[in-house]
């Protein structure tokens, strides 16, 4: 038998955060139980054909990482690493008073968002040069001291050959991806507290730092997964943990995302509950990611706007809404399977 896992309860002065699971094993060929304890602590028992490593009434198999999504979802890479360039990173309000004091810094000036600050929403600044602007950049001697500094830095990192190798473009970061027209960012680590994962929708000037994970230019319905129920538990299920904390992984959680084949139809109407989710999102403005998935405190307009995003992907997949959580992950390992068969 299994106990799915379920928070601990105990009197520790400020509740430790252990999560439980509990197995049971036993060679003899018994009947197969699956016990399940709801957000109101009622426990629910299930006779079942099998029970595979994930604690799931599904077939044993394994999820493994893999380099690339399906066809249909838009691919997902880790933000820009700076690589020893901190000089090229400001606090906003520093980069405010540097911008006020030096006003032409601010035409090479970026927001910057990583896991904290793509749910604060309040992002860091940093100092964005491409090669074809390197001359102009400088010109400003702030630019060419920090400049200067980070060509310290990687050059004293002596055992570090990329450090070395990026001394001659001390200039920027180690990667300089870039949207087009508009980007995604997913945080790394983010509180299993909230009832969907946390993803922002931003214009093409800002830049990912690489503690948080980026989709470029992708179509909009993307987000529409990543912020569904769904994927929150197959996320919650595949991928690691920090803590109790989910720590989302692109090749282990998005590229192995099972999703069944979308027609045109269904992308079309997964973009319009995208849009009716950022569309509450910015009803509530200036509530940042942090104030409006806040356990019990989500506004009303959002909660319907992801309950129609879930029954718009769910009626997909099996043609209503799923009963609950563990109806969803068997569902999502019955089409694993199907997908690496």
């Not at 799915?4 to 197995?23: D, E, P, R, Y």
């Not at 190798?165 to 983010?190: T, Y």
């Not at 197959?234 to 920090?242: E, F, N």
């Not at 995208?274 to 909660?303: G, N, Q």
Request: charged share 25%; glycine share 4%; proline share 5%.
């Amino acid at each position: 038998f299994a106990y799915q896992s379920f928070k601990w309860s105990n009197l520790a002065s400020h509740n430790a955060g252990v999560t439980v699971s509990i197995v049971g094993l036993s060679n003899e060929n018994e009947q197969r139980r699956i016990f399940s304890i709801s957000e109101k602590d009622e426990v629910s028992v299930r006779n079942v054909d099998n029970i595979n490593a994930y604690l799931v009434s599904a077939p044993n198999v394994f999820v493994k990482q893999k380099t690339k999504p399906s066809t249909q979802q838009g691919v997902m890479s880790f933000g820009n690493h700076p690589y020893y360039a901190n000089e090229l990173m400001l606090k906003f309000g520093e980069a405010k008073h540097k911008i006020e004091n030096i006003p032409e810094i601010a035409k090479f000036t970026r927001p910057l968002y990583g896991s904290s600050e793509c749910i604060s929403g309040i992002p860091r600044i940093c100092i964005w040069i491409t090669d074809d602007r390197l001359d102009e950049a400088l010109e400003i001697e702030e630019i060419r001291n920090r400049i200067k500094a980070i060509e310290k830095t990687r050059s004293s990192k002596e055992k570090d050959k990329q450090a070395l190798k990026l001394v001659g473009a001390s200039h920027r970061f180690r990667d300089q991806h870039e949207a087009d027209q508009n980007l995604m960012v997913v945080p790394i680590v983010s509180s299993e507290s909230r009832d969907y994962l946390p993803v922002n929708f931003f214009s093409a000037d800002a830049v990912v730092h690489n503690k948080a994970f980026a989709l470029y230019d992708a179509p909009l319905w993307n987000l529409a997964l990543i912020a569904s129920r769904l994927h929150w538990v197959w996320i919650g299920t595949v991928c690691v943990r920090m803590r109790t904390d989910f720590s989302y992984s692109n090749t282990l959680g998005w590229n192995t995302f099972p999703l069944p084949p979308l027609p045109t139809k269904n992308k079309a109407d997964l973009t319009t509950c995208a849009e009716e989710i950022l569309l509450a999102r910015e009803r509530h403005f200036p509530a940042t990611i942090a104030d409006l998935y806040a356990p019990d405190k989500m506004p009303e307009d959002l909660k319907r706007a992801h309950e129609r995003n879930d029954e718009v992907l769910e009626r997909i997949y099996i043609g209503r809404r799923f009963k609950n959580d563990t109806e969803r992950l068997e569902k999502l390992f019955e089409l694993y399977t199907e997908m690496t068969a």
